[in-house]
């Protein structure tokens, strides 16, 4: 099993530019998340997905938009990039027990974005 | 809200010395707890977690935490600490009874471990 992985591991944008970070997970799990994360201020969900078809707002959904058209993926997209949003960005996903939310996450190894 | 507060964002410790890195949360509700550790350059991985059974929970690499309700902390420990310890370390808790099975991180704790 790979696990969670992300696509790319590193890129750079203009002022402006738009692109889209790929999360997969071969684990068949439910929820999906992606977090943006900034020296001194821990992990901040962006958005995250309860399952195929559904999503929702983290605590910092401005700017980016997301999708989870199929259960293994979940897609992060930055329209307009701005130099706010260089940051490193993790995908991670978790599953449920017997119907229950296990809080248990499992992480990829991020995408490291700069903005100029 | 939740909240998860580290005390310390560095610490430092000798090799072979105790490692303490400390968390509290905010909730009057026990919720779930978890401790990740983070290598340069890798995403987080899970050290251990507690789900309301033994308070005293033992993680991987040697790291154990307790559950003290009455203090709402969740310290991380290790009694030797080893060169490969040396990482950053983030404590987490559940969003109670929410749906989407978010977890609040703290602002995690950098790990030195000095020969």
């Known amino acids: 099993n790979a696990g969670v992985t992300q696509t790319p591991k590193f890129r750079v944008l203009k002022t402006g530019q738009s692109m889209t970070l790929l999360c997969a997970q071969d684990?068949?799990?439910?929820?999906m998340y992606w977090y943006r994360q900034d020296p001194g201020m821990g992990l901040r969900l962006i958005h995250y997905?309860?399952?195929?078809?559904?999503?929702a707002k983290g605590e910092v959904p401005d700017g980016y938009n997301v999708s989870r058209l199929k259960k293994q993926n979940f897609l992060l997209g930055l329209e307009s990039a701005a130099p706010s949003q260089t940051s490193v960005y993790f995908c991670?996903?978790?599953?449920?027990?017997?119907?229950?939310?296990?809080?248990?996450?499992?992480f990829g190894p991020g995408t490291r974005l700069t903005v100029t | 809200a939740q909240s998860v507060t580290q005390l310390g964002s560095h610490v430092s410790v000798s090799e072979g010395a105790l490692v303490l890195l400390r968390c509290n949360y905010s909730?009057?509700?026990?919720?779930?707890l978890f401790w990740y550790v983070q290598y340069p350059n890798q995403g987080l991985q899970l050290l251990l977690k507690?789900?309301?059974?033994?308070?005293l929970v033992k993680g991987i690499n040697g790291f154990e935490a307790e559950f003290k309700k009455s203090e709402t902390s969740f310290h991380l420990t290790k009694p030797s600490a080893h060169m490969s310890d040396a990482a950053e370390y983030f404590c987490?808790?559940?969003?109670?009874?929410?749906?989407?099975?978010?977890?609040?991180f703290g602002q995690g704790t950098e790990l030195s471990v000095k020969p």
């Open positions: 987490a808790v559940s969003e109670h009874y929410n749906q989407g099975g978010k977890l609040i």
């Open positions: 991670a996903s978790s599953y449920t027990n017997s119907g229950r939310v296990t809080y248990e996450q499992y």
């Open positions: 997905s309860v399952g195929e078809g559904t999503t």
């Open positions: 909730s009057s509700v026990p919720p779930y």
């Open positions: 684990m068949n799990h439910e929820y």
């Open positions: 507690y789900t309301s059974a033994a308070t």
